[in-house]
């Protein structure tokens, strides 16, 4: 069975630190694809980045990046000097074909929440 | 950019009544999904659909249906709701192809008392 493991239940940092939200998945599949997504307190879930098992080059968007690495099955995602903004709850997630139609399912991490002060 | 609407932010029911849950999506996504978040438990798959009238269950689908007449509307339907059913739910819409994103609701806080 799939599994995503999110260890950091709460960080707090000063804005304008950097800080990494560490995310850790199994699966048995070859391929398979990897989310982040953030949940901010208003509750929607946004999608920030998708990543497939083929690619692991890692990826930089302004302050966001995200560091896939198969060897420790881990996709990390760094947020560079932090805003109060990025305060939200941060999740990870593992898409497995469920062979239904076309229909893929994500498996979640427990979400890491990160509380940026002033 | 894709719009997945739920029909309510907040809603609050009493045990035992028929609870119907709405989410439109604008995209013309294949799939839609409904999902219950609870503390510390991450997002749990109720039910998904693949296609118009077609329905499969998730990981948690007992004391829960749903309905797909079409394309672009979901809806959950708490049959006899009950206290344990108090919780955040999410719509979510994706296409077809493997690997694509889901693209999530504003969710619904039901409470039942």
């Known amino acids: 069975a799939q599994k995503v493991t999110q260890a950091q239940t709460e960080i707090s940092v000063v804005e304008k630190e950097d800080v990494t939200l560490d995310c850790v998945y199994e699966?048995?599949?070859?391929?398979?694809?990897l989310f982040w997504y953030k949940q901010p307190p208003s509750g929607e879930l946004v999608f920030l980045i998708r990543r497939n098992s083929f690619d692991e080059q890692n990826e930089i968007s302004g302050r966001y990046s995200w560091n896939f690495q198969k060897s420790t099955s881990s996709f990390n995602f760094t947020i560079t000097a932090s805003q109060v903004v990025d305060s939200a709850v941060y999740f990870c997630a593992l898409s497995e074909p469920l062979f239904i139609g076309t229909a893929s399912k994500l498996t979640f991490g427990t979400g890491t929440r990160l509380q940026v002060t002033l | 950019d894709v719009k997945v609407t739920q029909s309510s932010r907040y809603l609050v029911k009493r045990t035992g009544e028929k609870v119907f849950l709405e989410c439109v999506q604008d995209m013309d996504h294949e799939n839609m999904f409904w999902y219950r978040q609870d503390p510390g438990l991450g997002l749990r798959l109720i039910y998904f659909s693949y296609d118009v009238k077609m329905k499969e269950k998730g990981d948690i689908p007992e004391g829960y249906s749903v309905s797909r007449e079409k394309k672009e509307r979901f809806s959950l339907i708490l049959e006899s709701a009950s206290t344990n059913q108090t919780s955040m739910y999410l719509c979510?819409?994706?296409?077809?192809?493997?690997?694509?994103?889901?693209?999530f609701g504003d969710g619904t806080r039901l409470s039942i008392l």
């Open positions: 699966t048995r599949d070859t391929t398979y694809y």
């Open positions: 979510a819409s994706s296409f077809g192809q493997a690997g694509q994103p889901q693209h």
